[in-house]
């Protein structure tokens, strides 16, 4: 099929450049494909850029369409930036500003209160964009620098270093957030980057780009398959091979057995709950009480319905069951494109696993119960899936929470490799993709 977006780009410069098509693949399938338009201005440049990416999940067609300005130096470092993002879930839009080492964020969703942010970063601001056309443009060896990723409004500090150069051909390797990317250079223009998880760009005309061969869904193409099915309830034993840097499985009921640099074995084992919260919690278990960006469990809507859910309870395991309870009778379960915060899942009711693991962690951190959130795997139908949860603290113990599921303690079937919040799949990406999982032992 194809399809055909309307990219309209206003006229703002004698200098505007051609536009430049990229195709953005996953495992060789077109799943979308970006614009960028350079002017050239006295301070430096601004480049406009569209993203159009579509994809099936969970059967549903999920399109969603990015509009990017950016202003920058002549050496193409951020200065300021804005942005809008639209699928059929969310609306976001935000804007960026760089003065000296901080970078100045707002970033809104629909019609909610902006999220503000000061971000510290040691070294030059770059998008992936503007990387490569800083690269073009100039043969460095090594350059570090702080990624700006606009849609989640994340920086990640990071280095990319040349690894070869032949015949007019330059190969980087950009290293940030436990992942790497090769990106060419061939006779001073980007032509093609290939990153975590089969994901692929590559610089190809406007007739080719907009053409989509198929529809593809992106939950079957990163499911990994076990040696034999999962059945355990009380003792799960696994072997992990793969890329497996960034991945951190050594918490809740999950325990470290050995690693070495491509196999984990770890087991899992069902939690012994015990409902108390009596000693005093350390200054580390206390912030996992506090409020973020994304877990706003300070808002008064946020304390409002989590008071009313756990209206007369004293016992932390009757919080956490109601709580968990409200979320599975009371939020839609729909696949969504969506960067999620637990105020914009109240207020639209509906989402997937993201949704309901942000929502659950603000309301249980409304009620006094220490939450973090869970990034990893579930085995479902055969497969494992990417998936989140929650985990709570009580009893000394951090025990694994899926308001999705509806499950308090969540199943053995889950397989976490990372916490702290929703950014850390980027962590977890190239590892899903090169992934193999052996069950060793199971009861």
Same mark, same amino acid.
């Given at each position: ?49 569209? =993203?159009?990416?579509?994809? &099936? ?48 964020? /707002? ?16 070294? !030059? ?50 290293? #940030? ?30 007739? *080719? ?25 009380? #003792? ?6 793969? /890329? ?9 009921? &999950?325990?470290?057995?050995? @690693?070495?640099? =491509? ?7 069902? !939690? *012994? ?5 009596? /000693? !005093? ?14 877990? &706003? ?21 009757? @919080? ?33 696993? =993201? ?69 850390? &799949? ?18």
């Amino acid at each position: 099929m194809k399809a055909i977006l309307y990219l309209i780009t206003l006229l703002c410069a004698s200098s505007k450049q051609d536009t430049l098509w990229y195709s953005m693949y996953l495992q060789g399938n077109k799943v979308g494909y970006s614009s960028i338009v350079l002017y050239s201005k006295p301070s430096g440049y601004q480049i406009d850029e569209s =993203n159009y990416m579509q994809v &099936q999940m969970l059967g549903t067609l999920k399109r969603v369409l990015i509009n990017t300005s950016y202003n920058t130096d002549k050496a193409l470092r951020i200065s300021s930036a804005k942005f809008d993002m639209k699928s059929q879930d969310q609306k976001i839009s935000g804007t960026f500003k760089v003065v000296g080492d901080t970078i100045f964020l /707002s970033y809104a969703s629909g019609g909610g209160t902006p999220i503000e942010r000061k971000i510290l970063v040691s070294e !030059p601001v770059f998008t992936e964009t503007t990387l490569r056309l800083y690269l073009e443009r100039n043969p460095v060896k090594s350059l570090k620098v702080a990624l700006l990723d606009a849609p989640t409004a994340s920086v990640s500090e990071g280095i990319c270093e040349l690894i070869s150069e032949k015949s007019g051909t330059r190969t980087y390797r950009l290293s #940030y957030q436990g992942t790497e990317t090769r990106l060419t250079i061939k006779n001073g223009s980007f032509v093609r980057e290939e990153g975590p998880m089969g994901i692929s760009i590559v610089r190809e005309s406007k007739e *080719d780009v907009v053409e989509f061969a198929r529809e593809i869904d992106i939950t079957e193409l990163y499911a990994i398959v076990p040696n034999k099915p999962i059945r355990a309830k009380d #003792y799960l034993k696994l072997k992990l091979t793969g /890329s497996l840097k960034g991945i951190d499985v050594n918490f809740g009921p &999950q325990k470290l057995l050995d @690693k070495t640099q =491509n196999t984990i074995r770890l087991e899992i084992k069902a !939690p *012994d709950i015990k409902c108390s919260q009596t /000693s !005093p919690l350390s200054g580390e278990v206390k912030k996992y009480l506090e409020p973020d960006a994304y877990v &706003q469990s300070n808002a008064p809507e946020i304390i409002e319905i989590s008071e009313k859910i756990t209206s007369g309870m004293k016992d932390p395991c009757a @919080k956490i069951r109601a709580l968990n309870s409200w979320l599975f009778h009371n939020i839609t379960k729909a696949p969504s494109v969506t960067v999620p915060t637990a105020l914009d899942v109240l207020r639209e009711r509906r989402g997937d696993c =993201n949704e309901h693991a942000v929502l659950f962690t603000a309301l249980a951190r409304a009620a006094g119960i220490p939450t973090d959130i869970v990034v990893g795997l579930v085995y479902q139908d055969g497969a494992y899936y990417y998936h989140a949860w929650a985990m709570v603290f009580i009893g000394g113990e951090w025990i694994f929470v899926d308001p999705i599921f509806g499950e308090f303690p969540a199943s053995l079937k889950h397989l976490a490799l990372s916490r702290g919040s929703l950014e850390k &799949q980027t962590e977890i990406m190239q590892v899903v993709g090169n992934l193999k999982i052996d069950v060793e032992e199971q009861l």
